[in-house]
């Protein structure tokens, strides 16, 4: 093949007809036979729940968790539309979460219970714990705001009243989008740490809380060494570290 060089008489393979019929034809084949899966995809549509076909929708299980299971095809980032797959969703609702934090005494109120899905990972990592140390948190009822569901879930686990309006640590967020349904929304609340203590719990939901506080340094450290094993304590933990000065520093000025 000859370079075209301006002012010269060679002739480019673009000055012949036959390439200029094929090359749009074989570009059209490829796309037919490849996709458009190494086009780039900056300039997309947005794909969102239209495009989404559920070919079939049954409960597969209806306990205090509900199990669907789904059949459905959904369209591809290059255009087309996906085989139909079979995808299993625990439907687990809406959750809060609270870091109940005393900007006064700087101390942490946390929790500790018995967690049953730890045990399925505890037979391979042994190092997992059982027991975790969490934050407050809790499931969003039927007719409740968020709002509401963090004052009663802090007192019915912690003991502690929320002072005050609450702080938005993160908006919602899918909690493990690949297999379950629930959300997540996280609040800093200002709480009195001075009488955090003891054991919490609703013993007809089978609750058994420890409650006990520690310095925002020590939940830093904590942090460090991977004694928080959950979403919410860890992304709590990792906010105080940026707003625990702001929060000090609020606290000193409504004192006075």
């Not at 539309?81 to 700087?106: C, F, K, N």
């Not at 009243?161 to 609040?187: K, N």
């Not at 200002?190 to 020590?218: M, N, P, Q, W, Y």
């Not at 304590?233 to 906010?239: R, S, Y």
Request: net charge negative; proline share 5%; aromatic share 8%.
């Amino acid at each position: 093949m000859q370079a075209h060089v301006p002012g010269s008489n060679a002739k480019t393979n673009d000055d012949f007809p036959v390439t200029r019929i094929l090359a749009p034809l074989l570009a059209a084949w490829c796309r037919l036979r490849y996709g458009n899966r190494h086009a780039p995809h900056n300039r997309r549509k947005k794909l969102d729940y239209r495009d989404v076909d559920i070919v079939k929708h049954q409960r597969g299980w209806d306990g205090y968790f509900k199990l669907d299971v789904y059949e459905l095809r959904h369209k591809r980032f290059d255009g087309s539309q996906s085989t139909v797959i079979r995808r299993e969703v625990l439907e687990r609702g809406h959750a809060v979460a609270v870091l109940p934090y005393d900007p006064v005494r700087d101390e942490v109120v946390l929790i500790e219970q018995f967690r049953p899905a730890t045990l399925s990972v505890h037979r391979n990592s042994s190092d997992m714990p059982a027991w975790l140390i969490e934050i407050v948190a809790g499931i969003v009822e039927p007719g409740e705001t968020l709002e509401d569901v963090a004052r009663r879930e802090t007192m019915e686990e912690s003991g502690c009243a929320l002072i005050g309006p609450l702080e938005v640590i993160t908006p919602r967020y899918y909690a493990s989008p690949g297999c379950t349904s629930e959300t997540v929304q996280i609040f800093y609340g200002r709480v009195d740490a001075s009488k955090a203590g003891g054991l919490h719990g609703l013993d007809e939901e089978g609750e058994d809380i420890r409650v006990f506080t520690k310095t925002s340094d020590e939940c830093f450290a904590m942090l460090q060494s991977g004694e928080f094993c959950n979403a919410p304590a860890i992304m709590a933990i990792q906010w105080l570290m940026l707003h625990r000065d702001r929060l000090r520093q609020e606290a000193k000025e409504n004192i006075k």
